[in-house]
């Protein structure tokens, strides 16, 4: 796979507590940077697939039985 470099500008701080973090995990700075941009977007591009998935489903539509019409009024599904 083919790498390029990039210039990052984050926050001192946060800089500091993700050197400490990748150091906690045996890893660089890099990598640690690398995985979480790679789990994002591995969630992002699932989760867009998953939600068109379901639409087109929904799109087909659902024969439910009733025709379009409740056999009981919602008046009586809540009476007390």
């Known amino acids: ?3 390029q470099n990039v ?3 984050i926050d001192k701080s946060l800089l ?3 050197k400490m973090l990748a150091a906690s995990e045996d890893k660089s700075l890099s ?3 690398r995985e ?3 789990k994002r977007i591995r969630e992002t591009t699932g989760f867009k697939k998953a939600q068109a998935r379901q639409l087109k489903i929904l799109k087909k539509g659902y024969d439910l039985g ?3 019409k ?3 009024s919602r008046e009586s599904l809540h009476e007390r």
């Open 31 to 33: 990598a640690l940077i």
């Open 36 to 38: 979480s941009l790679e």
């Open 70 to 72: 409740l056999p009981i």
């Open 7 to 9: 210039t990052l500008s």
């Open 66 to 68: 009733t025709k379009g």
């Open 16 to 18: 500091k507590k993700a």
């Open 1 to 3: 796979m083919e790498r």
